[in-house]
């Protein structure tokens, strides 16, 4: 089955094609990035108007890309849940009037299990049951993927996600946006012991994680090095801060598998990318007999291939939408 993808949460606007869930024909983004660098983050309003101009482009895109037309495409998946209200609806409306006019099914998706399948997609021999961590700018949850499409959330963030946390700092030390690729890169050449952040919650049983004291901490740490007319490590800062988000996220990870009793880990979403957190959870999971799974480089970011991935999943339970369907900036994994 050839599924058109339609990804417009946020800031990407992104079309795919793929085929049968698994193959991906054409994975078409256009990053907001010079909104993004001109605003010094995402403007929701701003992004939903570059969504409409782009939207047509990304479709007609995708399809050239894969050498077909919209008469190939045999359903849509669009994602409408969780994300900017205006943003969503760009996609949903571009979704339904395919759909109606090629009569082809519909299936709208929560945007958190386009990035489970992002996973899936790039592993296609990632078992289920298994313990996934998706970690974004917008989002931070640690979820047992019980099977493909049945979920139980076991812990979210209570203010920041790790990707805001690295968006955040990397403005506040004028190294631009995105942040965590610019932390990434500056951080290879940083001391990652040379300040003590805090780990937050990481003794804390509970499987939610916070960022937003950590934040504060590197604040404070900068401005009184600043104050006390000290030079400025910023690799120093960049590796410690990094450290900090990365020790927090592998620990809870890995009380996760303890509880469920699973040797299966997926890791997901833009932070995904992250060389540092790549790196240390290879390691741990290696010492402790945990299979780790991570995307590839182009699926951890926001696509659209994995929200086709997922309608392909959920339309094969027998699963659709209608010319009905809605969007909602805030709703339950699988709800
Ligand atoms: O999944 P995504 O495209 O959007 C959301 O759903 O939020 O993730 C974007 C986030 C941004 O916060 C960005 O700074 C972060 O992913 N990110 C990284 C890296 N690449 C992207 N964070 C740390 N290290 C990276 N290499
Ligand atoms: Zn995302």
């Given at each position: 089955m050839l599924i058109l993808g339609i990804e417009t949460s946020c800031d990407e606007t992104s079309a795919a094609l793929v085929a049968d869930g698994k193959t991906i024909l054409s994975s078409t983004i256009a990053t907001q990035l010079d909104l993004l660098k001109k605003y010094g983050g995402v403007v929701p309003e701003v992004a939903a108007r570059r969504h409409a101009e782009l939207i047509g482009y990304v479709i007609?895109?995708?399809?050239?890309?894969?050498?077909?037309?919209l008469d190939d495409v045999e359903a849509v998946a669009v994602t409408s849940r969780q994300g900017l209200i205006g943003c969503l609806m760009v996609g949903v409306a571009a979704a339904k009037s395919i759909s109606y006019a090629r009569q082809v099914p519909l299936i709208g998706l929560h945007h958190i299990?386009?990035?489970?399948?992002?996973?899936?997609?790039?592993?296609?021999?990632?078992?289920?049951?298994?313990?996934?961590?998706?970690v974004s700018g917008g989002h931070n949850?640690?979820?047992?993927?019980?099977n493909?499409?049945?979920?139980?959330?076991?812990?979210t963030t209570l203010d920041d996600a790790a990707g805001e946390a690295f968006d955040k700092i990397a403005k506040f030390l004028g190294l631009g946006f995105p942040g965590g690729p610019a932390i990434d890169k500056l951080s290879q050449q940083g001391n990652r012991k040379a300040f003590n952040?805090?780990?937050?919650?990481?003794?804390?049983?509970?499987?939610?994680?916070?960022?937003?004291?950590?934040?504060?901490?590197?604040?404070?740490?900068?401005?009184?090095?600043?104050?006390?007319?000290?030079?400025?490590?910023?690799?120093?800062?960049?590796?410690?801060?990094?450290?900090?988000?990365?020790?927090?996220?592998?620990?809870?990870t890995l009380r996760a598998v303890e509880e469920k009793d699973l040797k299966i880990v997926s890791v997901t979403g833009g932070?995904?990318?992250?060389?540092?957190?790549?790196?240390?959870?290879?390691?741990?999971?290696?010492?402790?007999?945990?299979k780790v799974f991570f995307p590839k480089l182009s699926l951890c970011t926001d696509n659209a291939a994995m929200i086709a991935a997922a309608g392909y999943a959920r339309m094969m339970l027998g699963e659709r939408s209608d010319l009905r369907l809605n969007v909602f900036p805030n709703a339950p994994l699988g709800g």
């Open positions: 007609k895109e995708a399809l050239d890309t894969a050498g077909k037309t299990e386009g990035h489970i399948f992002a996973n899936i997609l790039s592993n296609p021999d990632l078992p289920v049951p298994h313990i996934c961590l998706t949850m640690l979820v047992h993927v019980q493909k499409c049945r979920y139980e959330l076991l812990g952040f805090p780990r937050p919650m990481i003794k804390n049983k509970a499987l939610d994680f916070s960022f937003s004291g950590l934040k504060t901490a590197v604040i404070n740490m900068f401005k009184a090095q600043i104050a006390g007319g000290e030079p400025l490590p910023l690799a120093d800062i960049a590796a410690s801060f990094q450290e900090a988000i990365v020790d927090t996220l592998v620990a809870k932070v995904s990318a992250n060389s540092r957190l790549r790196q240390v959870f290879t390691e741990v999971c290696k010492k402790r007999g945990i």
